[in-house]
């Protein structure tokens, strides 16, 4: 009898279920651009199908697929309706603006459910099932996050009418200026450029893109182009595929870039799908594994979830959907609706599944209720989510809770970024048979060691590989060297000569500057000059001697004038006293011209003769010409003294004036430097006259290392000057061979500073934030400031040698140790310092 029951029962809920179709045929219209996207679609009726648990798949899903080579209303109309006289029980599809109104009222006339990833539609419209969520509150609070007042709206046509309303609102509500521009009908590259180009005249630094991906690439090409991807400059994407947006070249300039994402990575669903899809042919499934999957292909595929929940609803329920009979003509007058559409709607309007878009609802209207947008920035290692929005919470930042905690910082390994320069970074003498860090010794290995003590982290050196300290390529705008190593993520910390520029700051974060310096001039020094037939006349300048010649002639003129009118001059001699004067001649006179010329000549020579004036006007000449004889005398002998004692060099540059005056003297820079740029952005005319002449100087005058560029100087035999940092310049004069010299006064002044990456972790630990913002007098606190300024300069030891030690050109070497006089306790605290580093002295 039970059992007899028992198959009465199973044949009531048979025929209770006769009426529920075995197979559901599902339409498809596509765009010949959604290749992915029709991948995934196919995709998920694949995976639904081969679902081998027969409780979760009382039916087999079918699909009728038509490729739309455009959106006009004829073909839209045409497809539609192959669709629906195929006797499909839904469609899911693409639309545009050309072809919503079709689509629409085809579906409400024929009752026919329409399942679409397009924009969500604001209208309340029946039988359009809108999978993707709008995003118009997600930005409005991300706008009030920023604090935007001011900024660039640039929409497409057929989107972004629902959120230039929801901004328009706003903009009156809270005294926003918002400039917007259409940019839906723009299809040359070089329209994009010149609205780019007119907001940046209005000093417009934010930008609003609300486009689909393609359209924001090319975009953001323009941005990159025109160098408005630089700091200063914010984009917000109001789309919600960030990672399927190319950003890394606006990035590189140190624009800021925020966007929406509406996949979630650590959704077990993804994990799932991405596991498979990386499995599939690309014969069978283009745009699978290689390619990023967009976020309308996860909505594609959540499309089919969302209909096979619905049927899976409407058998539980016992509705009849089955068609019969022909399905009739969707263009018939008036329209003959299909009498079970309005059961599959609400069906589809009551799904809740987790899709890979996350928690899946809808409203009465179709539109998608309940969830979450994840948003996110472009940080140093990539797109990095810093909050979510939801209806609820609205938007709600994670950034600051990520910081609270440092401890990812200190539980792994640091890399610290450097480059091999003495004295800052040089390999130990014994460093083959070292390891790790221990191969290094410097000032900067010395700096590092002492902010990882202070920091409380494990750090490891990394010698930057192509050996430059950073600048951005003016093409590709891409950043090479240390800065390179920083922005791409490759390093977490700089510890270097790099010096502190605002270019730099664009894209890196710097400490204060831990020393202090400026752009020098570098050259051969000058062989010693040898004494000549003439040298003679060194101790005294041409003029002068000049003037001694005319004084010498005048007074040997004046004493010849004066002894002609004085008859003190005239006698007669003894021999003729006896004769007749009658007959005699004129009395004689001692000082004629010639006597004069001697008598003067005697005097300057400090031999005297034997003649003298009688007269007294003629010895007060006299008298006048030996005290300046004796004065001259005096002089002469005692710089004669000195030119005998000091061997001269003589130097043919003396500032950058001299050099940018000249052309016998090449001179050039480090490549990829901050002197390179120094020059290149100087508006001084001096400077930008030297730039002219390097940028266009062959060969190259750009040396690729420092030590390129010293060895330049050495081998160029006073034809090359090279432009270098201060601290360098004077640090390798004091080297041997001790053949360079350091010419004239520092160009500019700056700073060498520790970088970190933008938004750093290291950059939020608060005993790093600390450290990194003392000044160097306050860094003797910190550690023996005294040791790492004299380890890595032994030859400063050699300062107190007596052979060298009256060069005053010596007290520069160390910038920031305040060297104020070499009195005998500085030379022993210096002498001190050396013993206690174990410094040996590389004398000259």
Known sequence: MAQSALLFLLWLFGTSLAGFPNQINIGGLFMRSTVQEHSAFRFAVQLYNTNQNTTEKPFHLNYNVDNLESSNSFSVTHAFCSQFSRGVYAIFGFYDKKSMNTLTSFCGALHTSFVTPSYPIDSDVQFVIQMRPPLKGAVLSLLSQYKWEKFVYLYDTDRGF?????????????????TARSVGSITDPQEFRRIIEEMDRRQEKRFLIDCEVDRINVILEQVVALGKNSRGYHYVIANLGFTNISLDKVFLGGANISGFQIINPENS???????????????????????????????????????????????????????????????????????????????????????????????????????????????????????????????????????????????????????????????????????????????????????????????????????????????????????????????????????????????????????????????????????????????????????????????????????????????????????????????????????????????????????????????????????????????????????????RMVSPIESAEDLAKQTEIAYGTLDSGSTKEFFRRSKIAVYEKMWSYMKSAEPSVFAKTTPDGVARVRKSKGKFAFLLESTMNEYIEQRKPCDTMKVGGNLDSKGYGVATPKGSALSFSPRYFSFRNLSVANLSNHFSFVCVCVRPFPSLCCLFCPSIFLSLSRVAVLPDCRVVTFNLTVQRFFNLACKSCAVTCDEC
């Open 269 to 647: 669903v993804v994990q799932q799908f991405l596991q498979r899809w990386d499995r599939l042919d690309e014969r069978e499934f283009p745009e699978a594994r290689n390619t990023p999957l967009k976020y309308t292909s996860a909505l594609s595929y959540d499309a089919i979830l969302v209909i096979a929940e619905a049927f899976r609803y409407l058998r539980r329920q016992r509705v009849d959907v089955s068609r019969r009979g022909s399905a009739g003509d969707c263009l018939a007058n008036p329209a003959v609706p299909w009498s079970q559409g309005i059961d599959i709607e609400r069906a589809l309007k009551m799904v809740q599944v987790q899709g890979m878009t996350g928690n899946i609802q809808f409203d009465s209207f179709g539109r998608r209720s309940n969830y979450t947008i994840d948003v996110y920035e472009m940080k140093t290692g990539g797109p990095r989510k810093i909050g979510y929005w939801n209806e609820f919470e609205r938007f709600v930042n994670i950034m600051d809770q990520q910081y609270t905690n440092d401890s990812s910082v200190e539980n792994r390994t640091i890399v610290v970024t450097t480059i091999m320069e003495a004295p800052y970074v040089m390999y130990k003498k014994n460093h083959m048979h070292l390891e790790g860090n221990d191969k290094y010794e410097g000032y900067c290995v010395d700096l590092a060691s002492e902010i990882a003590k202070h920091v409380g982290i494990k750090y490891r050196l990394s010698i930057v590989m192509d050996g430059k300290y950073g600048a951005r390529d003016p093409e590709t705008k891409t950043w090479n060297g240390m800065v390179g190593e920083l922005v791409y993520g490759r390093a977490d910390i700089a510890v270097a000569p790099l010096t502190i520029t605002l270019v730099r700051e664009e894209v890196i974060d710097f400490s204060k500057p831990f020393m202090s310096l400026g752009i020098s001039i570098m050259i051969k020094k000058p062989q010693k000059s040898k004494p000549g037939v003439f040298s003679f006349l060194d101790p005294l300048a041409y003029e002068i001697w000049m003037c001694i010649v005319f004084a010498y002639i005048g007074v040997s003129v004046v004493l010849f004038l004066v002894s002609r009118f004085s008859p003190y001059e005239w006698h007669l001699d003894e021999t003729d006293e006896a004769k007749d004067p009658q007959t005699s001649p004129d009395p004689p006179n001692d000082f004629g011209i010639f006597n004069s010329l001697w008598f003067s000549l005697g005097a300057f020579m400090q031999q005297g003769c034997d003649i003298s004036p009688r007269s007294l006007s003629g010895r007060i000449v006299g008298g006048v010409w030996w005290f300046f004889t004796l004065i001259i005398i005096s002089s002469y002998t005692a710089n004669l003294a000195a030119f005998l004692t000091v061997e």
């Open 162 to 178: 629902s959120i230039l309303q929801a901004i328009m609102e706003a903009a009156v509500a809270n005294n926003w200026q918002v």
